[in-house]
């Protein structure tokens, strides 16, 4: 028999608004890695193809869309470190909409999407999206192919386990929950669903190759899970979000295999011959099968299964009447049923999910840790190195300026005291060759440039996140505790810190360059004699006597030292070179550190790594010092012997003063060639790296800017879709009406303002005009009711009771009591208003018997005026209204209205 009770259930895919990943991610790329963008064209395209693929909300219910959404859940978590998306980052908000809700209202929209600038709300909704799309591909197979079995059997166990790991992310990863159904109770309650659909398709593959009791057990098991479900389906907090057939399929499925629970384990009794315990089992059967019938409103299927259990039970207690005569013991008595969870649910699969066929297409990146790590160790190894060399340079130029001091060596070399020393003509050719010093001229005055250009980037970037987080302020005054985005003072706190060093760095070079410029000027003219031709050098030095004598013990002295500096010399400038030189490849050993600790930490690593680069070479530095030390003082002690033994005039004087200036002159040049050259780099690397954090503060101030338009869009709707305040409480003088009708006078003081009647002798043709005391309103003569029929002089039947003294009310009967009101009403006056006192004659129309007044000028006989109503104010009456002229009473009627004693006239 079929065995499917019903359908499976599966929550619909979630979708997301389209998101254009180019720009951002090619600006990250350039701005920190400082690669070439265009190198990662393809492995961009390739996932913003993938992304508009499984965030459309339409994918084919098929094994390959579980693989797509899979594969971009695989490489959002690869470029988490790598790319990361986020408020300082790289900014890119995601629009996701809830999945449950079907029907858009007017001002809903903010209530069924949210919108994040957060990679980890986009892994999230993904991974929702591969849980639900796994359960999807379950629910749509045929459970009575081995494929299709198999796959069921296997997702939706996997399903529950991507729904369990969601509800632990949500609130690890993001601070609050965007939609409803990313909440911790719809993933609960999803999970649940999922494992006992999971249980019942091992249900059915156990049905059919399985024993009687073993099925019994599981179906047992089944109906448990399957009330979890329903009590976490029927949380408060969610069940307002599901489909309305999701409640009763699932409650119906929970009675349904208690039902088969039963049935099969009426199989076992049977085989065991335990045919009262089989009975039992059956009549319960029976009884929760319907009870699932009724509770599953049609959509769980149990007409068949019902049938069968129904015809076993005919035939069990056909047989045991006739032959076993088995007691039936009660339901409640018999041991319960056993359980066997075959569908557990899975540990969470690991990164990446899709297995080896998941390929990073951005390989070539490291992660961001590691990247920011070699950064710094590379900005360290550089600082050392430039410690090391300029330590090592300061040196050589301390050394070269107490030679010139001595006009080393050319004082040795100048043995005529007329022709060019060869130190100075090398040191001349040495000038000539590098260009002379109008190159070195030409990149000075290019160096204010270079500066202006890094000062106006560092301006116009603090000039922008200023502005940025002015307007901020001022939203946030304007809607106070509404306005509840990151506030940009605490956004933008790294980037001004950056922009602080680079002031920083820009003051201390506009500084360094003053110095260059002064020295420049300062040797400028020695420098100029020497870029001069041989011949006009040697003129433009003054003849003097030899200053050297050839062959004294002194000079060979100072020849043999200076041969040992320019060796010592010579090896330094190698040094240096191949400390400059000196690479390494960090990252790899940091992304060994980042897979074995799952953290790099960069400052203990980093000295460790510089003392295996360059402790030797520091100490070979170290002692070329301490050599050059040494040497110094020997030169010395030689030159004061080498100067007793020199002759003096004053002609030799000048000219070892202009040798000395051109030494100097030819060392500051080696010197600011060198300084310029570095400048001129440092300009151009600082430019790079500006421009490169302009960028991304550019990025900065467009995602803030998208995020307040947002902002203020959302609060817009909140605002027009909300209620309205109460209005304030209306004054109580505002609150008065037209004043009351005054309540009547009783008593004496009514039948002192009740002219008496005076009957006429005859019906007079024609009627006297009444007294005006108010003519301002006449009071109209009464009419007779329409459908009243015509009054005649006859007498009452006979037997009816005498006729009152007045006419009774229009339409009442003779002897028919007065209406009776409904209870909390005062009792009506059916004569009119007893105020107005009755006319002094009254006539009654043609054919109406002669007697008092009108009843509308009183009450029944013996009636009693209606009391005052107490709380109201005295009523002066109603003005004339405007536009109508008086209305004129009967000749001979009095006034409507008299004055009563205390109301003012009208």
């Excluded at 040497?631 to 004053?650: P, T």
Aim: a negative charge; glycine letters at 6%; one cysteine or more.
């Amino acid at each position: 028999m079929s065995l499917v009770a019903g359908p499976f259930l599966a929550p619909p895919l979630k979708r997301s608004d389209k998101v254009e990943l180019k720009s951002p991610f090619r600006n990250f790329i350039y701005s920190t890695y400082g690669q070439d963008a265009d190198n990662f064209n393809q492995a961009i395209g390739d996932m913003q193809n993938a992304r508009d693929l499984c965030c459309s909300g339409n994918m084919d219910k098929h094994e390959s869309s579980i693989d797509s959404l899979t594969r971009y859940y695989d490489q959002l978590v690869a470029i988490e470190a790598k790319l990361p998306i986020g408020e300082g980052q790289i900014p890119l908000k995601f629009t996701w909409y809830d999945c449950m809700v079907k029907k858009e209202g007017f001002f809903s929209s903010s209530s069924r999407k949210a919108a994040l600038n957060s990679g980890a709300y986009e892994r999230l909704c993904v991974l929702f999206n591969v849980a639900t799309m796994n359960s999807i591909v379950a629910s749509v197979q045929n459970l009575e192919t081995d494929v299709g079995l198999k796959l069921a059997c296997k997702s939706f166990p996997l399903a529950a386990a991507l729904f369990q790991h969601l509800r632990d992310q949500v609130f690890a990863q993001l601070t609050n929950v965007p939609t409803p159904d990313l909440s911790g109770d719809t993933a609960i309650a999803l999970s649940a669903l999922m494992i006992a659909q999971g249980q019942e398709c091992f249900f059915h593959k156990a049905a059919g190759s399985m024993k009687s009791a073993v099925v019994s057990k599981v179906a047992a098991q089944t109906a448990d899970y399957y009330g979890e479900a329903m009590r976490a389906l029927d949380n408060s907090t969610v069940r307002a979000q599901w489909d309305k057939t999701w409640l009763p399929i699932v409650s119906g499925k929970q009675s349904y295999f208690l039902g088969m629970a039963d049935y099969y384990d009426s199989l076992a009794q049977k085989e065991a011959k335990k045919f009262g315990e089989q009975i039992s089992r059956l009549r319960h059967a029976a009884h929760m099968l319907s009870q699932a019938a009724r509770q599953g409103e049609s959509l769980v299927n149990v007409r068949v299964a019902l049938d069968r259990v129904n015809r076993d039970l005919a035939q069990a207690q056909k047989e045991n009447d006739m032959i076993y005569n088995a007691i039936i013991p009660e339901y409640g008595a018999m041991p319960a049923l056993g359980r066997v969870a075959v569908a557990k649910i899975p540990p969470m699969p690991t990164h990446p999910i899709a297995g080896e066929a998941f390929r990073d297409a951005f390989e070539a990146l490291v992660p961001l840790e590691v990247h920011q790590a070699s950064s710094a160790f590379e900005a360290k190894r550089q600082a050392h190195v430039q410690q090391l060399c300029v330590r090592a340079r300061e040196a050589t130029q301390a050394m070269n300026s107490e030679l010139a001091g001595m006009n080393l060596p050319a004082a040795l070399e100048d043995t005529t005291g007329t022709e060019v020393p060869p130190s100075v003509m090398e040191k001349s050719q040495g000038i000539q060759t590098a260009g002379g010093w109008q190159p070195l001229q030409e990149k000075m005055e290019n160096l204010p440039e270079s500066l202006q250009r890094n000062l106006e980037i560092v301006h116009e970037m603090s000039r922008v996140l200023d502005e940025e987080e002015q307007e901020d302020d001022r939203l946030r005054t304007r809607f106070t505790s509404k306005w509840n985005r990151t506030e940009s003072k605490k956004l933008t706190e790294n980037f001004r810190k950056e922009i602080s060093k680079y002031n920083t760095f820009l003051t201390s070079a506009q500084s360094a360059d003053a110095q260059v410029r002064s020295k420049f000027e300062a040797h400028l003219a020695a420098m100029q004699i020497l870029c001069s031709s041989p011949e006009d050098l040697q003129a433009q030095l003054p003849n003097g006597g030899p200053s050297a004598q050839s062959g004294s013990e002194s000079v060979l002295q100072l020849q043999n030292m200076m041969a040992r500096w320019t060796q010592l010399r010579a090896d330094r400038e190698k040094l240096e070179a191949e400390i400059e030189q000196t690479t390494y490849d960090i990252k790899a050993r940091f992304l060994s550190a980042l897979v074995s600790d799952g953290a790099v930490n960069e400052e203990a690593m980093s000295p460790q790594i510089l003392e295996e680069l360059f402790g030797t070479k520091q100490a070979q530095i170290e002692g070329s010092l301490q050599e050059q030390e040494q040497l110094l003082f020997q030169i010395k002690a030689a030159n004061e012997q080498f100067v007793r033994e020199k002759s003096f005039s004053s002609a030799a004087t000048e000219r070892e003063e202009m040798l000395k200036r051109l030494a100097a002159a030819y060392d500051v040049f080696t010197e600011l060639n060198a300084n310029l050259t570095e400048g001129t780099k440092f300009y151009g690397d600082l430019t790079t790296l500006l421009l490169q954090l302009q960028q991304k503060v550019n990025d900065l101030i467009f995602a803030r800017n998208t995020e307040k338009e947002d902002a203020l869009k959302d609060l817009q709707a909140s605002i027009a879709g909300s209620e309205n305040a109460p209005a304030p409480a209306q004054p109580l003088y505002q609150q008065s009406a037209a004043p009351a009708r005054p309540p009547p006078p009783t008593g004496a003081a009514a039948a002192a303002h009740r002219p008496a009647p005076t009957p006429p002798t005859a019906a007079p043709a024609t009627q006297a005009a009444a007294p005006t005391v108010s003519s301002a309103f006449p009071k109209p003569a009464p009419r007779q009711r329409q459908d009243a029929p015509a009054a005649t002089a006859t007498a009452p039947p006979a037997g009816s009771a005498p006729p009152p003294a007045t006419a009774p009310a229009y339409g009442a009967q003779y002897g028919a009591p007065p209406p009776q009101q409904a209870p909390g009403y005062a009792p009506p006056s059916y004569g009119g208003y007893p105020s107005y006192p009755a006319p002094g004659a009254y006539y009654p129309p043609p054919g109406a018997p002669y007697g008092a007044a009108p009843p509308q000028y009183g009450g029944y006989a013996g009636q009693a005026p209606p009391p005052a109503q107490p709380g109201y104010p005295p009523q002066a009456g109603y003005p004339q209204q405007a536009g109508y002229p008086p209305q004129q009473g009967y000749a001979g009627q009095p006034p409507s209205n008299p004055s009563y004693p205390g109301y003012p006239p009208r």
